[in-house]
């Protein structure tokens, strides 16, 4: 169960118990059943932007945004953000971009919004600590609850149905 890594050995012998009886993924999927509709890299750089102008207005623009389909496999990642900087004449510019694992494109809709809040999060906090969660949770108040079951959604994904990918 990689990523449930550094959880309670109580609360992963909960876990194992849905997945043993086959019940992880629909416990998820009656928790989440709203799915969104951000298919497309397009679709995705708006709905960040959305996210971005409302809460965070004054942060460095965007310049990328996309889903990854190597992201998970070459990162171990679920996300990522990345400054790239290039010289133009006499100056520094750097461009930001945010990629989102392909995995996300057929997450419930409430999983996606936390992937990129995470992400947009390390716009302004480049590290994961105290006022790094404090803004995920300022612009997603159920910011640690999501993360948690997010995990849960891709170990059951990854354990229920192997062969279903």
């Known amino acids: 169960m990689k990523y449930l890594r550094g ?7 909960r876990v194992n118990e ?5 019940r992880l993924g629909e ?11 951000v298919r497309t890299d397009p679709a995705l750089y708006g709905y960040v932007m959305d996210l971005k102008n409302r809460f965070q207005r004054g942060a460095p623009p965007i310049a990328k945004v996309l889903y990854d389909g190597r992201l998970e496999l070459a ?20 461009k930001r971009e945010i990629r989102v694992a392909a995995v996300f494109k057929d997450a419930p ?7 990129v809040v995470h992400e947009l ?9 105290k006022a ?7 612009m997603e108040p159920a910011y640690r609850q999501l993360e948690f079951d ?8 990854e354990l229920e149905a192997p062969t279903a990918r």
């Open 7 to 13: 959880y309670t050995p109580d609360l992963l012998a």
């Open 18 to 22: 849905l997945l043993a009886q086959g």
């Open 27 to 37: 416990t998820l999927r009656q928790r989440y059943p709203e799915a969104h509709g």
């Open 75 to 94: 990162h171990n990642a679920l996300g990522t953000h990345a400054t790239v900087s290039r010289v133009q004449g006499t100056r520094l510019k750097a």
């Open 109 to 115: 809709a409430a999983f996606l919004k936390m992937i």
């Open 121 to 129: 999060a390390h716009v302004k906090e480049r590290e994961h600590g």
């Open 132 to 138: 790094f969660y404090a803004l995920c949770a300022h």
């Open 150 to 157: 997010a995990r849960l959604w891709l170990t059951a994904r």
